[in-house]
């Protein structure tokens, strides 16, 4: 449907398959599920979520720890780069990074978790919000070297690393509760319907290493993702990394100083793509409580259960499948 990209895209190759099984579809109803994957869950569900800002830089790739995270936030900071905020809640990796800056809208999507927030450095926006007192957070400008250390393979700002046993350890010496009642995301249990799309990209720019693309595998009932072409995987395991919705939502963005930082507007709503089954539905955004969610005629739309990547954008003509 949607127009070519740039000439010089990159075709993204056929996916490695993953190691791991892909979440069954089954009536979830009467178990206990984890609530941001509404996956069957074995012991406690009441683990607090922890939320890390992620570099994205070229150098910073592959990273680490992406393939166990919830819900992963993809937003542009300065330029065309853009910046995760991965969330975990039901699995956590040994390790995540590189770990890179705070920016404001990023501290508010993690603040809609509850979610105890780990940065290395901020912007003069996300200082004043994190000093406020009402973020818990965890910042390597003040841990570099103990509780985030550097990898000699990478050189900074693309080289800072933590430990979840590290999160752990700040946590415990901050008097942070690592234990919270998450509010579940609505899931779905019938499947998803609409225009075909097994493949999707976005232009963050026409560089070729600012363009993402997914790649839908029937069989699996999974998308995997690829960035300048090149599959996306775990820098320590070499996992691919597998998710089951994708969302696109197109939000304000305006530059606000003379570094680029942006400010983005993730409180107004608006129009967007949920891509799950291997289709694509048109949405409508909106924030509730901190949380960015779909909606269909002023109904919430259900993800499929499994794990979660949310595409921001200034602008949904970026988008092609």
Not at 99 to 126: F, K, M, T
Not at 160 to 183: H, P, W
Not at 286 to 294: D, H, T
Not at 306 to 315: L, M, R, S
């Amino acid at each position: 449907m949607n127009g070519c990209m740039h000439e010089d895209k990159q075709q993204a190759p056929a996916p490695k398959p993953a190691p791991v099984e892909t979440p069954k579809q089954q009536d979830i109803s009467k178990q206990q599920v984890f609530p941001l994957t509404g996956l069957p869950a074995e012991g406690t569900v009441n683990h607090r979520v922890i939320a890390v800002m992620v570099n994205n830089h070229p150098k910073a790739r592959p990273q680490s720890g992406l393939q166990k995270a919830d819900i992963v936030y993809e937003i542009l900071a300065e330029g065309d780069i853009t910046r995760f905020l991965a969330l975990y809640q039901s699995e956590f990796p040994e390790k995540v990074g590189p770990v890179r800056s705070a920016r404001d809208y990023y501290i508010d999507l993690s603040n809609g978790y509850h979610a105890l927030y780990v940065c290395h450095g901020w912007s003069p926006e996300a200082k004043a919000l994190l000093e406020d007192g009402t973020t818990d957070y965890l910042n390597g400008l003040f841990y570099d070297g103990t509780l985030f250390q550097r990898a000699s393979f990478r050189k900074a700002p693309h080289n800072s690393y933590i430990t979840f046993a590290n999160i752990e350890k700040g946590a415990a010496q901050n008097g942070y509760t690592l234990q919270d009642d998450v509010k579940p995301l609505p899931f779905r249990q019938d499947a998803a319907t609409g225009e075909k799309a097994e493949t999707v990209t976005i232009a963050y720019s026409h560089r070729s290493y600012a363009q993402v693309q997914y790649k839908y595998v029937p069989s699996q009932k999974s998308y995997y993702r690829y960035s300048a072409g090149e599959q996306t995987v775990d820098y320590d395991t070499h996992d691919p990394i597998v998710m089951q919705n994708i969302m696109v939502i197109a939000a304000k963005h305006r530059v606000i100083d003379a570094a680029g930082r942006r400010s983005i507007d993730l409180n107004s709503g608006g129009d967007g793509y949920l891509f799950q089954n291997g289709v694509v539905q048109k949405i409508q955004w909106k924030n509730v409580s901190g949380r960015i969610l779909p909606f269909i005629n002023g109904n919430p739309v259900g993800f499929v259960p499994g794990k979660t990547w949310i595409n921001v954008v200034p602008d949904l003509n970026i988008v092609k499948w």
